[in-house]
């Protein structure tokens, strides 16, 4: 859903909600605001936002993905018990135990 910023239309008359403009998220289909909910005050569309949208292009860390052990020769075990471990991802042995 897009955002749009409004801004108060008159900076004489505002509550603390349309002081300085806000942001909401409304359809395509809804109706453009021309008054604050709270003061009803008069106020005016500035920007269609929807640029702002967070953009989600993958995960954070990546660089650790599965994909990328292997593609740089790393091995990566996981925990499954005392001082065990198994292989999930490389060349190593399949599994490796650590002495506490
Ligand atoms: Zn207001």
Avoid: W
Wanted: glycine share 8%; with cysteine; charged share 25%.
């Amino acid at each position: 859903m897009p955002l749009y910023t409004y801004e108060n239309k008159h900076q004489d008359s505002h509550c603390t909600y349309c002081l300085g403009g806000f942001v909401v998220m409304q359809k395509l289909a809804d109706p453009v605001f021309t008054h604050c909910t709270y003061c009803g005050c008069e106020i005016k569309k500035v920007i269609t936002a929807s640029h702002l949208k967070t953009k989600v292009t993958g995960s954070s860390n990546s660089t650790l993905s599965e994909k990328n052990i292997t593609k740089n020769d790393f091995t990566q075990y996981r925990k499954v018990g005392k001082g065990q471990y198994e292989k999930t991802v490389g060349k190593g042995p399949d599994t490796i135990q650590a002495d506490d």
